[in-house]
């Protein structure tokens, strides 16, 4: 994983994990590999990774079991709220970057769906050849 | 902390290599010499004692010389002075592997002179009586031993004592790096060497008078008690050397840079 | 206990100011980069806790204050010059067993097998970036307070350096601290609690990594030369 160094590194291992608990890489109720080895994976400091983590087990994403290592939350729900964050936090890009282009909002909402249907388009196409 | 026979046993381990490396260079020597003389049809039983008597000494002063080298870079090398053990000891015992090596060379060479001596035993006898009186007239009087071990001694001592010299002077205008801007540094390093030097050979000197005394009394079979107290002179001036030598190691002399 | 406290601390060499009015105080657990130009003074430094270089002031290494007790607790990044060429890795790692007490040898054996080093090898035989996989396994296998790591990865190339950065994570002892120089930020940036900039003889930032990216949101490289821009203006 490559850290873009002008962002905290602790807060780029925790979209790290929310991002492979959403392509499903982390499943519900699985272990993460111990602090010095995700250290080590991440090549970064242990007492980032262990920040990292703390706050993961703080907002509820993580669950520590003493004794037996860190645990992705089984709690539908909570990774429910989760994805809609992050789905927002993505759109929120997009929107302040558009809205910042002096575009209303309905031109936003058509440019928007013209993009998908050329998306669409194109990936049909590149399935076709 | 390191323990000081560890330590000694670092120390000592590669010193006692290279003595050995001149050990075998030494032995080559005499058997090439000898071969050359067996080529040449002069060959007898005494021909290795001989050829050895040729070579023994330049062993023991390249011996001397390597030893005094190794005990200054093993105070300037990071590798050692970064262990932790005080610096009178660390001082001590770099001393101490290199009496131990020098007295191991030595008597080396005495096995090396019983082995051609007794080899070319006959020869000898027969062609100097003269040296076989010489033993038998001295050999059981307490003087002549008395007068040996004194001689063995003042030759340890010496060395100690030339080692010990070339650390101070070494050690002197190491610390003066601490205190001086470089250009002033060098000029108090002459003074320093020529004052130590000359200290020294005032030292020398005496020695000479020491060791020539000594001859006079093994050939006159006299007393040699007086010798014991100029060893105990020459002692008294390595303790003060060590002591010196250790403040200003602890104080000032730092190891070259990596 | 701090890893580290330097109060006071002032070097001279040849009437030449190193080092002056140097205070640092270093928690244990971390790791803190040691930045600066070249002859700015971070090996003075380091030899300077290590005992080698003889300042004034007062450094306490753990609690240890003399530079005897003080070598117990640090481990330096020596570069092996005390020993002959022609000796074997083996013999050098012998020498550690026998003369560091805190010398861990099955440490020792899987760092040298993480780093690939081969004991029959001998010390002239090796490149540059394995004699210094070689410093840093050596190294990292005595059990201490304070790493001092200097400079461990000019010139070498780019898989040993990250062959030794893991190394760095992985057997870093969790309580410890280690301190290690550098030039270039940006190759350690991701491994750093803390930073601190020796500049101007002395000790002149100390900060943490993620402190810097958070409140200045700046890359670590950026503001170490941020540092120096407009810096010809000495004081």
Known sequence: MKFDDKVPIYYQIKQHVYHEMMTGALQPGAKLPAVRQLALDLTVNVNTVQRALSELIAEGTLVSQRGKGNFVTSDQELIARLKETLIMTQLAVAYDQLHGLNMSDDEIITSMQRYIKQREVQTDDSIND | ?258 | MTALTIKDLRYKHNQHLILHDVQLELAPGKIIGLLGENGAGKTTLMRLITGSAKGKGTIEVNGATTAVTRKQQVSFTDHLNGFNSGIKLQQIVKFYQSVYPDFNSDRYQELSTFLNLDGQQKLAALSKGTREKLIIALTLSRQVALYLLDEPFSGIDSMSRKKIINSIIKWTPDNATLLISDHYVTEIAPILDEIVVVKDQTVSVHKGADEIRDQQGMELEDYYESLYAGGDTHD
């Open chain 2, 1 to 258: 902390m390191t323990s000081s026979w560890s330590l000694f046993k670092a120390f000592s381990w590669p010193r006692f290599m290279r003595m050995n490396l001149l050990l075998g260079l030494e032995l080559l020597a005499v058997v090439v010499t000898s071969l050359w003389t067996a080529i040449k049809g002069n060959f007898t039983t005494a021909t290795l004692f001989y050829n050895l008597c040729a070579w023994a000494m330049l062993p023991l002063l390249v011996g001397f010389v390597m030893l005094a080298v190794n005990n200054e870079k093993t105070v300037r090398a990071t590798t050692y002075r970064l262990l932790p053990i005080s610096d009178w000891k660390f001082y001590t015992l770099n001393l101490t592997a290199s009496l131990v090596n020098m007295i191991y060379l030595w008597l080396m060479q005495a096995i090396l002179f019983a082995l051609t001596l007794t080899l070319g035993w006959s020869t000898l006898t027969t062609g100097f009586n003269m040296s076989a009186m010489f033993f038998n007239q001295f050999s059981l009087s307490s003087g002549f031993w008395q007068a040996i071990a004194g001689a063995f001694l003042v030759i340890i001592l010496a060395m100690v004592l030339v080692w010990s010299t070339i650390s101070l002077i070494h050690f002197a205008t190491n610390a003066t790096a601490g205190f001086l801007p470089r250009f002033r540094q060098q000029f108090v390093n002459v003074i320093i060497t020529i004052v130590v030097i000359y200290i020294a050979f005032r030292v020398a000197s005496a020695l000479i008078g020491m060791v020539s005394y000594l001859s006079s009394q093994l050939v006159n079979q006299g007393n040699v008690s007086s010798v014991w107290t100029s060893i105990l002179v020459m002692l008294a001036v390595i303790l003060v050397e060590g002591v010196i030598n250790t403040l200003v190691l602890q104080k000032w002399v730092e190891p070259t840079l990596n």
